[in-house]
């Protein structure tokens, strides 16, 4: 049986043995949100040794280089010794510079970091609270905020949404990896009509991308579309509205489920030089796309991130 280090502590584990299962029923406590090899959250570096990689496309060759691998993809296969990722040693650190509600659900979370960081609007990072680890998506545009924004969704209980209720400006905290998404925007669209749809906190990376592209000065039609599960919170109405108020090529639709039905089917692409971007949980953007690809629009036109559960 392979042998498993970490620090101090060695134990056997049985060949093939997902290495994140391994090390998190022995005790050393490895945070993990989705499972898929999508947030980063569990990201450990092999000292000695390497286990089996399912997805070694999900890291850079650098990071793979150095031994870093994501532990739910992985399986020991032979003996290995690894150092997990410590967010005092390997995080940014970072204070909180505002916490405050943007609807009875939606916790908005702005960090200024101690060292200015490279990002593009859509991207990802992983929130460290002490012990705690959750990757979220990047609401703030680096040309024109100081600070990094993340919206946090805090309908159902989370070991990190309830640690961020607790913070107070001033509290440190920890950034882990930053990650660029499916999303993003690309200035040869800029005559393209631009369609951004967003279900719950989906908005966030979005919002950025909205802001990036009229910053970009984007001549075609964008068009803005919200799904939350009740219609208090569409958190961003009054901003988004503003916003088009002042650009006659920008329009905002808030959406509820009940209305979902009846507004995909209204759905009608005026053009297929269309460029999509959707995000949210699974269920509402398998919904959008698919009535997106029944009125036509290209497969390669279609950008997607998907906010997983933890698994």
């Not at 498993?4 to 090390?23: C, K, P």
């Not at 990071?63 to 150092?83: I, K, N, P, S, T």
């Not at 800029?190 to 951004?196: C, V």
Request: with cysteine; charged share 20%.
């Amino acid at each position: 049986m392979p042998e498993l280090r970490v620090g101090a502590r060695q134990w056997s584990v049985a060949a093939g043995s997902n290495l994140l299962d391994a090390l998190n029923r022995n005790g050393v406590a490895v945070p993990y949100s989705c499972r898929a090899g999508s947030c980063h959250a569990c990201l450990v570096q092999c000292v000695q040794g390497l286990p089996s990689d399912s997805r070694p496309d999900a890291l850079t060759a650098d990071q793979r280089q150095q031994g870093w691998r994501l532990a739910c993809q992985c399986q020991v296969v032979e003996d290995l010794q690894v150092h997990t990722f410590d967010p005092q040693q390997d995080g940014r650190p970072a204070q909180v510079a505002a916490v405050d509600w943007l609807s009875n659900s939606v916790l908005r979370l702005r960090l200024t970091p101690e060292r200015p960081l490279r990002y593009s609007a859509g991207q990802h990072l992983v929130l460290w609270a002490g012990n705690v680890a959750r990757p979220y998506s990047l609401a703030s545009l680096p040309e024109e905020d100081r600070f990094l924004e993340f919206h946090l969704d805090c309908r159902q209980p989370g070991e990190f949404s309830d640690a961020a209720r607790l913070l107070k400006i001033g509290d440190g905290i920890r950034l882990g990896e930053l990650r660029g998404g499916a999303l993003h925007y690309d200035v040869d669209w800029n005559t393209r009509p631009l369609w951004l749809m967003a279900a719950g906190t989906g908005l966030g990376p979005l919002f950025g991308i909205l802001r990036e592209a009229l910053r970009q000065d984007h001549q075609g039609a964008i068009r803005v579309i919200h799904l939350a599960h009740d219609a208090d919170e569409h958190y961003l109405a009054k901003p988004l509205q503003a916003m088009a108020a002042n650009r006659a090529n920008l329009s905002v639709e808030l959406w509820t489920p009940a209305e979902l039905p009846a507004a995909l089917a209204q759905l009608r692409l005026v053009s297929r030089q269309t460029q999509a971007l959707l995000c949210g949980a699974p269920d509402s953007v398998d919904a959008f796309a698919r009535r997106l690809y029944l009125a036509g629009l290209p497969r390669n036109q279609l950008l997607a991130d998907v906010f997983l559960p933890r698994g």
